[in-house]
């Protein structure tokens, strides 16, 4: 290899590091935002942290704050980036697009039955998630409104910050597969502390089934060139669920 192409392959090594550092960071400080910031504003609302069970009107401010907090990293991402809202690939959606997000809930409760079986033909225990047994824990009212909340705030919210921000930012270094899986990957990681487990093969299930989730709506995105219907895809996946354990198809 001669000096000019040992000088752009480390160009182009820095280039991708920096991509997923900053994807990273952007993973980090939501998070962050989500786990130290939110828990104080709830409370100065004189909302309940981390309830055993949540009540329609706390899981509704915890989603509209927390949503609020996601959607505030992506775009003050975008403004120090001086990327503007013009990064935004929020198309309405085509007859092909609606098909996708059809396709994407269904792709994606194959996905998770798929990754059920893994774990019990490996005899490896079955995760959960925190925030979905506090929803259900609340009745069927407030699965009602998780139901909603979740398609007109949660799936927007971690949508724009995970694929049309971290995925496409990843895709401008990374070729467009290595960068669908690795924001799949932060997409994943994004919800260790909702799937926490003292046993940490428990988290197993959860994380695999979120990667698999996040590749999914990442290959809506890219198919679709909207964040639209991944958005909805996500929304009406998660509502999905919840309706399958309310009406006892499905266990938490």
């Known amino acids: 290899m001669g000096a000019s192409e040992q000088q752009a392959a480390g160009s182009r090594f820095s280039l991708c590091l920096r991509a997923l550092l900053v994807g990273g960071a952007l993973v980090g400080v939501s998070t962050a935002l989500n786990e130290f910031v939110l828990p104080p ?89 925190s925030t979905v047994s506090r929803v259900l824990a609340g009745g069927t009212a407030t699965a009602i409104v998780f139901v909603v909340l979740v398609v007109l705030l949660v799936g ?15 895709s401008e270094d990374f070729s467009t597969s290595v960068a669908l899986f690795l924001a799949g990957a932060l997409f994943a990681l994004s919800h260790a502390p909702n799937v926490y487990d003292p046993n940490a093969t428990a988290m197993i299930s959860p994380l695999l089934s979120n990667w698999a989730a996040g590749i999914i709506y990442g290959g809506i995105y890219i198919r679709t060139q909207s964040i639209v219907p991944a958005m909805l895809a996500h929304g009406f996946y998660n509502a999905t669920v919840v309706g399958l354990v309310v009406l006892g198809v499905a266990s938490a």
């Open 41 to 129: 504003i709830l409370q100065s609302l004189s909302v309940p942290v981390a309830p055993s069970s949540f009540s329609p009107g706390s899981l509704t401010v915890s989603l509209l704050v927390g949503s609020g907090l996601t959607v505030l990293v992506a775009v003050v991402f975008l403004s120090i980036s001086e990327r503007g809202l013009g990064y935004l690939d929020a198309n309405t959606p085509t007859l092909r697009g609606c098909g996708y997000i059809v396709g994407g809930v269904l792709l994606n409760l194959v996905a998770s039955l798929g990754v059920s079986l893994i774990v019990s033909i490996f005899g490896l225990p079955a995760g959960g998630n």
């Open 156 to 170: 927007p919210a971690e949508e724009l910050l995970y694929r049309n921000v971290i995925q496409k930012r990843l």
